[in-house]
């Protein structure tokens, strides 16, 4: 069929810094309320891989926000691939989005 196009929900990664260097999520499925995942896991690179490790059994794509900041959608499986690389690209875009805040 040309012009069919699957929408499938997207649960949404929220991440909280809690120091520096160390960080906590959480995720939530449409309106449901947020279901935590481990707590205080350390390294940014660590929470998108557990998030991803429990997500992809069920989702290819999630929107991430880092201190309440939407930062964009994510495939699933480069979460688990190259957490590192998707690490630094969503502290650009959130050291990106402070700046122009602050120029505002």
Request: aromatic share 8%.
């Amino acid at each position: 069929m040309t012009g069919y196009r699957e929408y499938t929900m997207q649960p949404h990664l929220e991440i909280r810094r809690i120091g520096p260097e160390f960080f906590a999520y959480s995720v939530r499925a449409g309106r449901a309320p947020a279901r935590h995942g481990e707590e205080d896991l350390g390294s940014l690179e660590h929470c998108l891989n557990d998030a991803g490790d429990s997500l992809g059994h069920y989702f290819s794509a999630v929107k991430v926000s880092l201190d309440g900041l939407f930062l964009g959608s994510y495939d699933v499986n480069q979460l688990l691939r190259n957490p590192t690389r998707i690490a630094v690209e969503l502290m650009s875009k959130a050291s990106r989005a402070e700046v122009a805040h602050r120029a505002a």
